[in-house]
């Protein structure tokens, strides 16, 4: 998971640059780490 975040990071600063070739990574890291934070949660709950 620190590699997505690493990732959305560096992504944001190039869309705050506008160096971001294609927006569409930046939703597809952050739907990637809402998932892999619902997994974790529910199996945390268990």
């Known amino acids: 998971m620190n590699d997505l975040l690493d990732e959305q990071f560096k992504l944001k600063l ?3 640059t506008g160096q971001l070739a294609n927006s569409n990574q930046s939703k ?18 268990d």
């Open 14 to 16: 190039q869309a705050a």
């Open 28 to 45: 597809r890291v952050r739907k990637d780490i809402a998932r892999i934070k619902t997994i974790l949660k529910e199996k945390g709950n």
